[in-house]
């Protein structure tokens, strides 16, 4: 995943006082990398989604770049733990690629999200209502296009985070 579309949310939560857990495909350190291509830094991973419980988490967020997603996107307990996770009603921020496990997830129907333009059709053909814009929200779903609008997408996602429901 690029590094900035981790990092930046990542520590826009955080600054503003969330808790935040770092889910992949295996456990140890995750490469990110710097426009898919360049290595860039690792991140420590703290659980596999294949051991997390959807209940334990307030709100989800799926970074983008291609490879990220594309691997997401294969694996059952990824798919299913992102389709179960939607069905809670509770926040999902996604940028760039990261709607490809969405779509994957069948969640996306009548929803309305942006993305990467180079996944657009994908989108479409998991009936989802596509644009181009930095910043759409529909419900509990945030989306946007790519690292040209972190700023707007970090500031939104504190606010549709911070508005989630919390668990009594």
């Known amino acids: 995943m690029p590094q900035v579309e981790l ?80 069905e809670t009603g509770n926040p999902v921020a996604t940028i760039c690629h990261g709607p490809w496990t969405l779509a994957e997830a069948g969640v996306l129907r009548g929803r309305r999200l942006t993305s990467w333009p180079s996944i657009r059709t994908d989108l479409r053909n998991a009936d989802a209502e596509v644009v181009d814009e930095e910043v759409v929200i529909d419900r509990q779903l945030l989306s946007s296009r790519g690292p040209q609008d972190l700023p707007a997408f970090c500031e939104a996602l504190i606010e549709c985070f911070a508005n989630a429901p919390q668990p009594a």
């Open 7 to 86: 990092e930046q949310p990542l520590g826009a939560l955080l600054g503003a006082g969330a808790q935040a857990e770092l889910l992949s495909l295996h456990t140890g350190e995750i490469n990110a990398r710097q426009m898919d291509i360049d290595p860039a830094r690792t991140f420590t991973v703290d659980k596999k989604v294949a051991d997390a419980r959807v209940g334990d988490y307030d709100a989800l967020l799926l970074p983008g770049g291609t490879m990220n997603p594309d691997q997401l996107r294969t694996d059952p307990d990824a798919v299913a733990f992102v389709r179960e996770f939607v």
